[in-house]
């Protein structure tokens, strides 16, 4: 079964707005990690963020994390037609080997 | 550095056909994954090889067997095919380690099973 649900399943922006996903699990996890999918490619790494991280920054992504509701958000601000990708939040759960379990995705427009 | 390669890309199969899947990685990690995508479904783990010479079922392991050849390789083979396993098929790799495990990953391959 599928450990994160993410929301909204679909977003559609202007160039220049922010956007903001969100992730939601269901067991205690290591590690939460953002991944960003274009079309018809596979999977790039975005940001990490360990369980006893409350938020993180990387260039024009922020991450929180709110442990207590098992959630997560990713924020990109500024966005360019190039951030148009589907996101997925996948989670590392603490009593595991190492396996991520992902989330649904989702799929971001940004129109120019 | 070509990172997680994948072939073939592209694979149309007839019910009953096998066929094998090729993942090669040259980053040195230790672990390796194989993931399929369908609609909807976000990706799922069919199998993954926490290093060399060990292999474990997934979430999705029926149908499937796979092979770590050494530690760069790890294919995943398709017995008997069946229109259920009309997906998009990724191969991942890790350094390994339970506190990190941040994923790689290969181009995919689509595979449609008539």
């Known amino acids: 079964s599928q450990q994160g649900e993410e929301d909204p399943q679909a977003l559609s922006i202007q160039e220049g707005e922010n956007a903001t996903m969100n992730c939601s699990y269901k067991?205690?996890?290591?590690?939460l990690q953002w991944y960003r999918q274009n079309s018809g490619r596979g999977l790039v790494h975005l940001i990490l963020?360990?369980?006893?991280?409350r938020e993180k920054h990387s260039g024009r992504l922020r991450v929180t994390l709110d442990t207590s509701k098992k959630s997560s958000s990713l924020l990109i601000t500024a966005s360019r037609a190039a951030d148009t990708a589907s996101y997925f939040c996948?989670?590392?759960?603490?009593?595991?080997?190492?396996?991520?379990?992902f989330g649904q995705g989702t799929t971001l427009q940004v129109k120019p | 550095n070509a990172g997680v390669t994948q072939t073939p890309k592209f694979q149309v199969l007839k019910t009953g056909q096998s066929m094998t899947l090729q993942c090669a990685q040259d980053?040195?990690?230790?672990?390796m994954y194989w993931y399929r995508q369908d609609p909807g479904m976000g990706l799922r783990l069919i199998y993954y090889?926490?290093?060399?010479?060990?292999?474990d079922k997934g979430e999705v392991p029926n149908g499937y067997n796979v092979s770590r050849l050494n530690k760069r390789e790890f294919s995943l083979r398709l017995e008997s095919a069946a229109p259920s396993q009309t997906s998009v098929y990724f191969c991942?790799?890790?350094?390994?380690?339970?506190?990190?495990?941040?994923?790689?990953f290969g181009p995919g391959t689509r595979l449609t099973v008539l």
């Open positions: 991942a790799s890790s350094a390994s380690g339970v506190t990190l495990n941040e994923q790689f």
């Open positions: 067991t205690s996890i290591n590690n």
């Open positions: 963020i360990r369980s006893n991280e």
């Open positions: 996948a989670t590392l759960r603490s009593s595991n080997t190492g396996k991520l379990i």
């Open positions: 980053m040195n990690h230790n672990s």
């Open positions: 090889s926490a290093s060399e010479g060990t292999t």
